[in-house]
Structures are given as C-alpha cells and as structure tokens.
C-alpha cells in the first residue's frame, strides 16, 4: 500500500481482555516502530524492529505487553489482559532504512484506538 | 526534565497570516535530529520538516520552514501564509545519536500545540 495501515481504527475491551493490533507497514521499509499516545499527549516510543529483530523494546510499559514482526513486515503489538490504563491510541511508524541514522523519516499510520472499560 | 518543551498549548491565527510554533530540546548529543509533524482530527502523523543538528542552513519544504537556532537550543516551525487546512496538533520531536550511550531508537515528542486558523 501506499502508507502505513493500522487494524483496527477502534477497539473496545473489557478489562481483562487480551487484544492484538495489526500494523502493515510501508512496502520496503526496513524499521518499524510502535508508539503510546495518551489523550492530550504526544506520542510515546513503545518498541522499534528492524526486520524481524526486535532491537529496542525500552519502552514497553509491562510484560503485559509484547510485540513481533516474525516476517519483516506485518507487526503485531499485543496487550495481554488490558487495564484501563492502557487506554490510548497506539501508533505505528515505518521508516525505509534501518540504523540510528538521524534522518530516517517515520512515516505514521493513522493509529488504532483502543478504549478499555 | 523534558526533552522536548512546547510552550503553546494552543493559538488562534488568522487566515493568511504566518504563524511560529515554538519548540526548544534538550540533548547533550552533537548528533540530532529534529521533527515537526503535523496530527489532524484522523489521527494520523503527518511528516513536515526534519533539521539536522550538523545542517548549516535552516530547513525549509514548501510552505514550511524551520528556524534552528543551535545555540538556543530551538527549533521553531514557521508556516507562510496560513490557511484554514494548517488547523491540526502540531508535534515537535527529536531523535538522538548514539553518542549518547543511551536513549530508545524511537521519536521523543513534546506535547504539542494545538494550532486553529479562523477565517
């Protein structure tokens, strides 16, 4: 596809629930990074792939939080047995070369968000 | 201490007019990046300008331009002659070198500031 795409837009959880939210990034791209955005609040750095390897997952807020890009592509970020805490919209951000390079533009998807009553 | 300072939560501009967001950073890294993106009411991240911290001229794409100030430590978003689709959350961030020993590989953001252009 053209951008970054993110599934669902929306998801409602009860407390308690696991759920998975699917990012396919950018056709190519070699890093993928996953983001927290609380409301009002800018975006915060959860975990960051380059290929299948998961090189950075600094910012996972708990173990209840885990995710994979088995093939290099397609990303899952799963959230086992959900808080209302973790409430949010959760980005994800692809970008076409890997490395720290400074100038490794994050292209974002429009983000799913997820509602846990 | 914040990383990334956004001082306007909000601003109202009129239609036509420039406008300058404000942002200033706090790195101890020589090598940086620094981001602007644009967030609208879909939620998605739209990328507008990237400066480098090694970059000698200020950074501009379009109506967009980036005033760096090294020294400073600020990197301010202008947008020439506004119009009413620049209203949006604006987000600066930042992405640091490895020279820093530390930090994730991810976007430090700021809060943002929440930008409306009236007719």
């Known amino acids: 596809g053209a951008g970054v795409s993110q599934s669902p837009r929306y998801k409602v959880a009860k407390r308690g629930q696991d759920v998975a939210l699917r990012c396919d990034p950018i056709?190519?791209?070699?890093?993928l990074f996953w983001y927290q955005q609380a409301l009002g609040q800018g975006p915060e750095f959860l975990t960051y792939?380059?290929?299948?390897?998961?090189?950075?997952k600094s910012g996972l807020p708990s173990d209840r939080f885990f995710a994979e890009r088995p093939e290099g592509s397609v990303s899952t970020l799963k959230i086992q047995r959900t808080q209302q805490e973790d409430s949010a919209v959760y980005l994800c951000?692809?970008?076409?070369?890997?490395?720290?390079?400074?100038?490794?533009?994050?292209?974002f998807g429009a983000g799913t968000r997820l509602s846990v009553l | 201490a914040q990383k990334i300072t956004q001082t306007q939560p909000g601003m109202f501009v009129q239609e036509k007019e420039a406008v300058t967001l404000d942002c200033t950073y706090d790195?101890?890294?020589?090598?940086?990046?620094l981001f602007w993106y644009k967030q609208p009411s879909s939620g998605e991240m739209i990328f507008l300008i990237y400066?480098?911290?090694?970059?000698?001229q200020n950074a501009t794409e379009g109506r967009y331009s980036l005033n760096f100030q090294k020294a400073r430590k600020s990197a301010n978003l202008v947008i020439s002659a506004s119009q009413l689709g620049d209203s949006a959350m604006y987000f600066c961030?930042?992405?640091?070198?490895?020279?820093?020993?530390?930090?994730?590989?991810?976007?430090?953001f700021g809060k943002g500031t929440h930008l409306i252009i009236q007719p």
């Open positions: 951000a692809s970008s076409r070369r890997g490395g720290q390079g400074a100038k490794n533009i994050q292209y």
């Open positions: 056709s190519g791209h070699v890093s």
């Open positions: 792939f380059q290929n299948e390897a998961q090189l950075d």
């Open positions: 790195t101890s890294d020589p090598s940086y990046g």
């Open positions: 400066q480098g911290s090694y970059d000698q």
């Open positions: 961030a930042m992405r640091e070198g490895r020279n820093s020993g530390g930090g994730a590989d991810g976007l430090t």
